[in-house]
Each structure stands twice: as C-alpha cells, then as structure tokens.
C-alpha cells in the first residue's frame, strides 16, 4: 500500500490504526523534543532558574497550541466527513479557512506579548528576580508562534491527507534542528536564554514551513484552495470556521488544562516552595508534552479513521477503531507511569545537577505525579473519540471536568490535608475523577439498547 492511497473505509482497523500511529507518535514525541531540548541545554546551561523561567511562559504556550489543536481536529473532522462523501473542493476549501483563522488566532497571542513582556511575565506568576529571565525568552521566541500553529492544524490534514510520514518529518526535521542550534548558540556563541529561545523559534518556523509548503505544492486531496474576499465568500467562511472551532473546542479545552495544570502549579509551588519549588514542576513539565503527545497521537491516529467511517455509517467499524486506541493508551499508559516511577533519579539528571535543591524536590515528586498518567492518556483518548464522531456535548463536559471543575481544587486542598504530596497529587486525582466519570459514560451507553454505536 503506498504511503497516500489509504483506504479508511476497507483496509482492517488495526493494520490502519499502526499505520497512522507510528509516524504520528514520532513526529509528535519530536514535536515535544523541542521543549525538552530546551530544558536540557537551559538546565545545564542556566541551573534551575532558567528552567524556572521558561516554566511560566508554558500556560500561554500551551493555550495556543490547543487552539491549533481545536482549528485541526475540526477542519480534518469536517474535511473527513466531506472526503467521504466525495466532496474534495469543500474539504479542501476547509483546510484553507482554517489555515486563514490559525494566522489571526496566532497574532492575538503574539502582539501582546510583544508590546507587554514584562506584564505577561509577572501575570503569570514571575517574581522580580525571574522576570527578566522570562521577558528574554519570550521575545525571542513568540513571534515563531505563527509557525507553532500553522503547524498544529497542517500537520492534521496532512494525514488526512494520506501522508502521515511526511507529517512526521515536519515534527522531527524541526527536532533535530533545534538539538544542533540549542547547543550551538547557547555554548560555542554563549547567547544563554536568548540563544534557546532563538534556536526554537527557528526550529518551529522550519517545521511550519514544510508543512505548508507541502499543502500548497504538493498535497494529492487537499491542496490548499484560493480564497475569495467576497461577502458571501467570507460569511461561508465564518460559518465553517465556527462549526470547526465547536467540534474541536474540547481539543482546545484538553491543551487548556496544561496551561492550567502549570499556571496554577507554579502559583502553588511559588507559595509553598518557592524559586527551587517552581523549578522542580518545570521538571515534570518539561516531560508532560510528551505523555500528552502520546495521548494526542492516539486520538488523532483514530479520529481520521473514526471520522471517515462515521460519515459513511459504518458502524462497527467506527467502534474497532475505538477500542483499538482505547487499548493502545490503555499500554502506553500504564508503560510511561512505570518509567516515572522508577526512574525519577534518571530523569531529573538530564537537566539539573542531582545535588540541587530543584533536583532533590523533583526527584520526590516524580512518583506521585506518574500516578496519574494512565488516566491522563485515557482521558485524551476518549476525549478525542468524542470529537471524531462530533458528540460534543460529553467531550467539552469531560474537558473540563478534568481541567477546571477537579484540578484547581485538588491544588488548592490537598497541599493543606497532605502538605509537599498534596501538590504532586492534585493531577493524578482530577485526572483519576475523570476517567471514572468517562468509564460511567460508557457503560450506560452500552447498557442502552436502542442506542447504535454509530451515534457516538
């Protein structure tokens, strides 16, 4: 089978679901490279207060990228259903609206940052002596940030498009870029902080350009299409835009509860544990991109397949393609919780020093905070279902039963009933709420008869 003549509705579930998965997950773990890249030249270059300071500009980094997310679940959702029915020109018509959106979506997050650096910084929790430090990385690396989002809704419809290795070598060209530049700029040219945030913005800008290159040049089903400025042109725009953003507002909800998830923990940790308490949760944020690219591989590899075959209501398949990916976050889960587990040590020394204060709190932490990492997989994966098969209304409440409704009050009681635990445990415990709640949906769904798999 070549690589761009997939068939989503005939080739056997499980031979499709690898397909997809594999160059998927590996271009998303080298999309998360990047950011752990960063921490380990920045670590060994700048100690934990580098780490500390690129920590607090993560929640608005993360709050952009799920509007990437958000933009690309529901054109490839749309696009997909489109495809299947044969109607090439308006799916390929939707990736392009989407692609325009993303362009203005990416300059409200970035102009303001420019113009407001200092504010932004100590908005989001900076102290005095942090500030300057995230004022510089910001700078140098927010204006890339068009690139980070062109990239997050590219790289959907690529593999709708039927080329998932070449969605793959955006991610990891880019990854491997920013390895060579990282160490260039912040040892041999001794640029510190500016030099990690030039080298990523660089590496971003790379990844994005291929990407659309690719969609312009080169793409078999959705190149992108011309746009027209007319009225009625953009008011069909508006609308499709809006459905998208509804369909994937949960995705965007998903990367919302990072951003959470770091401000309110480095808020807590702040107050707690200070400087050294805020550089230790860097730690663990550094390496939670990567638990949720695997969840976000396993959603995206299904939705194209889930979506597909949901248009053309077949039913069963639909559901194979579901419990396949329930399976597979259920073994990546469970694997990614073992290696925090007994490896915390390990992990902590590939960006600090073991012997600092920062090291010693992660290296307490890391076991606790791996507790919750099979529910945070699952949790995406199920989401994720949601979305493919346009049933908002459970993947928006599970969202933000896990990002908001749980999460913020975890932080806020269980470091009183617990003390230093209680802050590591906040994630695992809203995560773990949630995935009772998603597993009780389920099973009523099963229990009702007349309710056809195809609906969900």
């Known amino acids: 089978m070549k690589e761009q003549d997939i068939d989503f509705a005939t080739v056997r579930i499980g031979r499709l679901f690898s397909k997809l998965f594999i160059p998927t997950l590996l271009g998303m773990l080298g999309m998360s490279a990047m950011t752990a890249i960063d921490g380990v030249f920045i670590g060994h270059c700048m100690g934990s207060d580098g780490i500390a300071a690129v920590n607090i500009i993560v929640p608005p980094l993360m709050l952009i990228t799920g509007c990437g997310l958000m933009i690309g679940t529901g054109s490839s959702?749309?696009?997909?259903?489109?495809?299947?029915?044969?109607?090439?020109?308006?799916?390929?018509?939707?990736?392009?609206?989407?692609?325009?959106?993303?362009?203005?979506?990416?300059?409200?997050?970035?102009?303001?940052?420019?113009?407001?650096?200092?504010?932004?910084?100590r908005l989001l929790g900076a102290s005095d002596h942090l500030t300057p430090l995230v004022c510089e990385y910001m700078v140098w690396y927010v204006p890339s940030w068009l690139f980070l989002v062109w990239t997050g809704v590219a790289l959907f419809a690529i593999r709708l498009d039927g080329a998932p290795r070449m969605a793959m070598a955006c991610s990891l060209v880019a990854a491997v870029m920013n390895i060579v530049l990282d160490w260039l700029f912040m040892f041999p040219l001794g640029w510190?902080?500016?030099?990690?945030?030039?080298?990523t913005s660089l590496s971003t800008t790379t990844g994005g350009l291929m990407a659309v290159v690719y969609l312009l040049r080169h793409a078999r089903r959705l190149r992108l299409h011309p746009l027209k400025l007319s009225r009625k042109s953009l008011r069909f725009a508006v609308r499709n835009v809006g459905v998208q953003c509804r369909i994937g507002s949960s995705a965007l909800l998903g990367e919302a509860t990072l951003a959470v998830l770091m401000l309110t923990g480095n808020l807590v940790f702040m107050h707690h544990l200070g400087d050294d308490g805020v550089g230790a949760f860097g730690l663990v944020c550094y390496y939670m991109p990567f638990i949720f690219m695997v969840g976000n591989a396993i959603a995206q590899s299904a939705q194209p397949i889930i979506s597909y075959n949901f248009g053309l209501g077949l039913a069963q398949r639909t559901r194979a393609a579901e419990q396949v990916a329930l399976l597979t976050a259920t073994a990546c889960g469970v694997t990614v919780s073992l290696v925090f587990m007994l490896l915390p040590e390990q992990l902590t020394a590939l960006f600090l020093d073991p012997r600092s204060p920062a090291a010693r709190l992660a290296v307490q932490g890391f076991p606790l905070f791996a507790t919750g990492f099979l529910f945070f997989v699952l949790n995406i994966t199920a989401v994720g279902y949601f979305q493919s098969v346009?049933?908002?209304r459970p993947a928006t409440t599970f969202a933000l039963l896990r990002g908001l409704v749980v999460l913020v009050p975890s932080f806020v009681v269980l470091p009183r009933l617990l003390g230093e635990p209680g802050i590591w445990l906040a994630m695992p415990l809203a995560e773990g709420v949630t995935a009772i709640a998603v597993a009780a949906f389920f099973v009523a769904g099963r229990m009702r008869a007349s309710h056809r798999p195809a609906q969900r």
Not at 80 to 108: E, Y
Request: proline residues 4%; charged residues 10%.
């Open 77 to 121: 959702v749309t696009a997909s259903v489109l495809l299947a029915h044969g109607c090439r020109k308006l799916a390929r018509l939707h990736v392009t609206q989407a692609m325009a959106f993303a362009a203005l979506v990416a300059a409200a997050f970035i102009v303001p940052l420019m113009l407001f650096p200092e504010e932004a910084a």
């Open 390 to 392: 346009e049933r908002l």
């Open 192 to 199: 510190g902080l500016m030099g990690g945030a030039l080298a």
